[in-house]
């Protein structure tokens, strides 16, 4: 009986190769196939062949699939970090993602896995900071603030999520979709806008800013419990959305200090338009608009990560970012 193939967008990524290695070494798949711009160091093992691709290149992309024949496809690009090219931001996040799943359909790929973000419920004002959190159900309600929030990166989560969701709920989709939203992913070896301002030396030296009067709950997912909540979606097939995060939350004001930095209380008024200034001048790695991730809470609950899924975190929120500042 021929084993599984699956195919990995975005392979050369840390979560990517480290997906390839677990999935390479479980008997049920016979092939992982990765794609990527460069080759990565996963190349040389037995169960992995690479293929150099780029998902804005349609064509290319459906020809993989269709003499690939993956029963499987995990979908990991995405632009991470913030960028003054925001057409380009586009064309790879929501045009990427289209010509993924289109190259999938026309494939007869079965089952498509898809990797999203807590921040498509957007950093806004209406969301809960204290229990109850935001469950997957609770999406529809301010959607449409959810689709225009002013951060490039959770309005175009926030899209590519409503696309998902229309595949799921429609009813004329053969492909069975799963996607993650999920929590900021830190740890040792992640390399997002979160670690690299926790590294940095430059961006804010020992400072980090706050909105005065504003102190949101945040939740983070250790690289090692995302790594294995992939590995599982794929391995049993899992259907639909789920929240994923660790337990727990931290509040933004513990984050500095965790991370070992001081904070600088600002009001809203004065910290976005400087920040705005700084950005284009390139002083900052990051836009005013991510601002609203630090100045409003979008924590989600995860009961059906543990009752659906049987999956129970290995490590908190507050002991994810542990291991992001240990390795600082």
């Not at 190259?103 to 229990?131: H, I, K």
């Not at 924590?299 to 049987?310: M, P």
């Amino acid at each position: 009986m021929r084993g599984r193939k699956v195919l990995i967008t975005g392979a050369g990524g840390y979560l990517g190769q480290r997906l390839v290695e677990n999935l390479a070494e479980d008997p049920s798949i016979e092939e992982v196939v990765g794609l990527d711009l460069k080759a990565p160091p996963s190349a040389s093992r037995p169960a992995y062949r690479y293929l150099q691709g780029n998902v804005l290149d349609s064509r290319n992309l459906e020809e993989i699939v269709l003499v690939e024949k993956p029963d499987t496809v995990v979908h990991l690009v995405w632009t991470f970090n913030p960028t003054h090219d925001l057409l380009l931001q586009d064309c790879v996040d929501l045009g990427g993602t289209l010509n993924v799943l289109h190259a999938a359909l026309r494939g007869g790929v079965q089952n498509f896995v898809y990797a999203g973000s807590t921040t498509c419920y957007g950093a806004l004002p209406e969301n809960p900071n204290r229990e109850p959190f935001l469950k997957e159900e609770d999406w529809i309600r301010q959607s449409a603030k959810r689709m225009s929030t002013p951060y490039r990166y959770a309005r175009n989560k926030a899209l590519a999520d409503l696309l998902f969701q229309i595949l799921q709920y429609s009813g004329g989709c053969l492909m069975d979709t799963f996607w993650i939203r999920g929590a900021i992913v830190v740890g040792p070896h992640t390399n997002n806008i979160v670690s690299h301002l926790a590294r940095s030396p430059f961006t804010f030296g020992k400072f980090m800013f706050r909105v005065a009067g504003c102190d949101p709950p945040m939740q983070f997912i250790s690289e090692y419990d995302m790594i294995e909540i992939l590995f599982r979606a794929v391995r049993d097939k899992w259907g639909g959305v789920v929240n994923v995060a660790g337990n727990g939350v931290v509040n933004y004001s513990e984050v500095v200090k965790m991370l070992g930095r001081r904070e600088v209380c600002l009001p809203a008024w004065l910290l976005y338009p400087a920040t705005e200034i700084l950005w284009k001048l390139g002083i900052f790695k990051f836009p005013a608009s991510l601002i609203d991730l630090v100045r409003y809470p979008w924590v989600t609950d995860i009961s059906k990560l543990k009752k659906v899924c049987g999956y129970e975190p290995l490590y908190s929120s507050r002991e994810a970012l542990e291991q992001l500042a240990e390795s600082l």
